[in-house]
């Protein structure tokens, strides 16, 4: 995996709250490809499929379940994603095709996190 860019005021890490890790963890994996891997000391983390953000699930503190900041996730293809993410738990509340072209989606994992996707509008 390459080293992620570095700079001031990057999005690098992020804490995502779980009630099981090992459900949170097999979720991202499986729908996203997320990397799987222990930190130093034994927990859970993981790294974005491109290697530009890493974190790790905590079990101390309530999951966001109403939107308020959402943090989306790329995707190459929307509809797969979202039908992934029926499949392992999630649940989809909103998705939409904008005037653009691009489609963007909020889901619940399995914890009850809100979160988002978005698709790039086709290169014409």
Request: hydrophobic share 35%; charged share 25%.
């Amino acid at each position: 995996m390459k080293e992620p860019t570095r700079g001031n005021g990057k999005i690098c890490y992020v804490e995502i709250p779980a009630l099981s890790i090992e459900t949170s963890s097999k979720f991202y994996h499986t729908v996203f490809g997320w990397h799987l891997r222990k930190d130093n000391y034994g927990s859970v983390s993981f790294d974005d499929t491109v290697g530009e953000v890493s974190g790790m699930w905590v079990l101390d503190r309530k999951p966001m379940t109403e939107a308020g900041i959402i943090i989306s996730i790329m995707v190459d293809d929307a509809t797969s994603i979202l039908e992934s993410i029926a499949k392992n738990r999630g649940k989809v509340i909103f998705s939409t095709t904008m005037s653009s072209g691009e489609k963007i989606a909020h889901f619940t994992d399995p914890a009850g996190n809100v979160m988002g996707i978005y698709q790039e509008a086709p290169k014409n």
